[in-house]
């Protein structure tokens, strides 16, 4: 008995014990904090990509120094993924481009945005019509992205694709100038 009434008297592990209890809810909560701070960021510079390069196609830049004088959907996806840098890692495997000319500001497309991730082998097929001078166009970018916690805090609460990353989607309209 007295052995016992030892044990529970040392103060020796008091520490350890409180660090446990406490450690693993704030690294927790630390990690997701990390982890919305840098999807934050990546969707700025999406978004902030999205605006510079619709930007160039509305007023018809973006054709200049291209030997036919079109733009692909190549051309769009290496101007977005060369603005975000490498705060979007693998940006030109898991981009997707989509431009639809529409009627008027309120007509916007009724479908989703479909993304393309690097661990699918399909090439989705999107529509991409960078219109004529004056036509109204809808500029949809969809970047696929690792969440580093998905388990944990703010990574659980995000909708996730079958490859548990998540889809980052920015648009923009806008009319093209007259050229």
Do not use: W
């Not at 989703?112 to 690097?118: G, Y």
């Not at 980052?168 to 007259?178: C, D, G, L, T, V």
């Amino acid at each position: 008995m007295r052995v016992l009434r030892n044990f529970f008297q040392k103060k020796d592990g008091a520490t350890a014990v409180e660090f446990a209890l406490i450690g693993l809810p704030f690294f927790a909560l630390f990690l997701s904090c990390f982890e919305m701070g840098l999807l934050f960021i990546r969707m700025a510079m999406l978004d902030h990509a999205v605006n510079t390069t619709s930007k160039s196609v509305y007023i018809g830049t973006v054709t200049q120094g291209l030997a036919d004088n079109t733009v692909s959907s190549d051309d769009l996806e290496e101007d977005i993924c060369e603005l975000v840098g490498i705060v979007v890692p693998n940006c030109a495997n898991n981009i997707t481009i989509e431009l639809t000319e529409i009627d008027s500001l309120i007509d916007l497309p009724g479908t989703d945005a479909v993304c393309r991730d690097e661990g699918d082998d399909f090439e989705p097929v999107v529509n991409f019509n960078p219109g004529a001078g004056t036509s109204i166009v809808f500029m949809r970018a969809c970047v696929t992205t690792d969440v580093y916690t998905p388990g944990l805090g703010f990574g659980m609460e995000l909708s996730k694709t079958d490859n548990n990353r998540f889809e980052m989607i920015s648009s923009m309209a806008f009319m093209n100038e007259p050229f």
